[in-house]
């Protein structure tokens, strides 16, 4: 019995560039997606670089003028959290999360600590930490 | 959007906090077509229960121009699993299960930039439900290995087949696992780290 045969849409993407690349703006201002998506994401202004896997630490107690969603948040992030898990027990999607956080980043209610992302140039240090961590499991 | 209030909203128990040492994480992704074992796989190697995260999107609807004049557009809330491991008092890794179609990958911003590297999972019974995943994959550059599930009834090629069929490059690893077994998740999981480390050394030899 012969499994089902793969076939590359595009010739040579074997090439692709190790650097993620971003998708590029289209003609219209049309951006990301290739089909006409949109993300319902309540007011759509700025937002930080925030990632899924940034982590999250509060520095300052809920203040008076805090919404109850910033309590939450500030709440939940006593420790250390990333926002995929506020995202989680918040029961918010991820962009919602990125609005408020954003909000929260420019009065300085909370903190974020980037994740360390995939490099051209892999960090060997980091994935033999990583298998160290895992060998343990 | 109906929001709990922050009274009623459960969070991380005591055990899962992070010590307030952890200064950065690192994410894998574990993608595959529906029902592969996705889920599966970050609940059997998550120290925490795992969790989902969603995201809403609505689709402008294409080609469909059964209501007269008006655009149609359906919402669709789309799931996303994860789990977590702690690497040291410092690092942190989280794993997320990812659905499948890629038009739904961009919902979520940075999950794929910056991943070290993806686990695809595959079911043999329907192979080519993942041919998609690892053409995208392939297109950004994210470093990959298969990981073969388990499912009894499944029919078992052999590997060298499984490669051609696949069209994979012979560096990439393919490996047998049973998802609902932590120890057998996280040796894919080592797998992958050690590809990454093999293509590290590559690029870097000393
Ligand atoms: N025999 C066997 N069954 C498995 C294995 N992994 C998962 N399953 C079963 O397959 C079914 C689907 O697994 P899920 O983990 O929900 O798959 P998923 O990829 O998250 O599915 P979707 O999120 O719906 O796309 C469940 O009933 C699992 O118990 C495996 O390695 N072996
Ligand atoms: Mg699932």
């Known amino acids: 019995m012969t499994p ?52 999250i630490v509060a520095r300052a107690d809920p203040p008076p003028s805090a919404t109850p969603e910033q309590t939450a948040m500030l709440r939940l992030c006593t420790a250390p959290l990333s926002v995929a ?20 980043l420019t009065t300085e209610l909370v903190q974020a600590r980037a994740p360390i992302v995939r490099q051209a140039l892999p960090d060997r240090s980091l994935l033999e930490a990583v298998m160290h961590g895992l060998q343990r499991l | 959007m109906d929001f709990k209030g922050s009274d009623t909203i459960p969070g991380p128990r005591t055990e899962d906090h992070l010590p307030q040492t952890a200064q950065a994480a690192v994410k894998i992704v574990i993608v595959g077509g529906f029902g592969v074992g996705k889920t599966t796989m970050v609940g059997s190697v998550s120290e925490i229960r795992p969790l989902t995260t969603e995201e809403t ?26 789990g977590r491991i702690s690497i040291t008092e410092q690092l942190v890794l989280y794993l997320f299960g990812t659905p499948g179609q890629e038009r739904f990958w961009f919902l979520w911003n940075g999950l794929f930039e910056g991943a070290l590297g993806a686990v695809v999972l595959i079911d043999t019974r329907r192979l080519e439900v993942s041919f998609d995943v690892i053409g995208r994959l392939e297109e950004r550059g994210v470093p990959f290995v298969i990981a073969v599930n388990s499912f009894p009834d499944a029919p078992r090629y052999p590997v060298a ?30 797998t992958l780290l050690r590809f990454l480390h093999s293509l590290a050394r590559a690029k870097a030899p000393t």
Do not use: W
């Open chain 1, 4 to 55: 089902p045969q793969r076939r590359r849409r595009y010739p040579s993407q074997e090439t692709a560039e190790p650097h993620p690349t971003r998708p590029k703006e289209g003609p219209e201002g049309d951006t990301k997606a290739p089909e006409r998506l949109y993300v319902v994401a309540g007011p759509d202004g700025e937002r930080a670089d925030i990632d899924l896997v940034t982590l």
């Open chain 1, 85 to 104: 898990e506020l995202s989680a027990y918040l029961s918010l999607p991820f962009s919602v999360v990125t609005v408020l956080l954003t909000e929260m």
């Open chain 2, 57 to 82: 999107m609505t689709q402008a609807g294409v080609g469909v121009d059964d209501n007269y004049g008006s655009e149609s557009k359906t919402a669709t809330t789309v799931a996303m699993d994860f």
């Open chain 2, 161 to 190: 087949d499984l490669r051609a069929a696949l069209d994979l490059a012979e560096e990439i690893p393919i490996i047998d696992c049973d998802a609902r077994r932590r120890a057998s998740s996280r040796d894919v999981l080592m």
